[in-house]
């Protein structure tokens, strides 16, 4: 995996609110290249494995229901710094702190509900890519 690229997912509430297109029209105008992308839904086993670094803390339990109870949209990503400007881009976990014009700050409700997720280092962009597509999924 080339490390100028991110993983990312349009998490369960961003697709029930229909705003699948809207968000990947402005990761697509923020200079990102779609190199992999598929609608799929999470199993309770996935997302465990996923969000395993999260398994101690008070929210995991509400995190796997969210991120189980619908489709999702994965995708890898390409730009120059890919993982640093992606988390940019969706800015802060917590929409109410997230900068004005971000992914989560336009489309996500809540800290726990926030729309979007992003690799948050190279080394996870590769395992996160890996886990969702094979090579043959990504061009
Ligand atoms: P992500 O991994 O999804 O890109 O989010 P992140 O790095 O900004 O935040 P992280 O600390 O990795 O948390 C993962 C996801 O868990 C949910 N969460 N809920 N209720 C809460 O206090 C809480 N804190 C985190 C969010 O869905 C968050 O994105
Ligand atoms: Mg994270």
């Known amino acids: 995996m080339a490390t100028n690229r991110t993983f990312t997912m349009l998490k369960p509430d961003a697709v029930e609110k229909g705003h699948i297109g809207a968000i990947l029209e402005k990761i697509s105008a923020s ?22 670094i999260h398994n101690e803390r008070p929210f995991f339990g509400e995190l796997v229901e969210y991120m189980t109870r619908g489709p999702i ?16 881009l969706i800015g802060a976990t917590n929409p109410a702190d997230a900068a004005d014009g971000t992914i989560r700050k336009m489309f996500a409700d809540s800290i726990s ?10 080394e996870n962009a590769a395992i996160e890519s890996a886990f969702h597509f094979s090579g043959r999924e990504m061009f």
């Open 73 to 88: 949209v994965a995708a890898i990503l390409e730009k120059d710094h890919a993982v640093e400007d992606f988390r940019t």
């Open 113 to 122: 509900e926030n729309a979007v997720h992003g690799s948050d280092s190279n």
């Open 31 to 52: 200079g990102f290249r779609i190199v992999a992308m598929k609608l799929t839904q999470m199993t309770k086993a996935d997302a465990e494995t996923f969000y395993g």
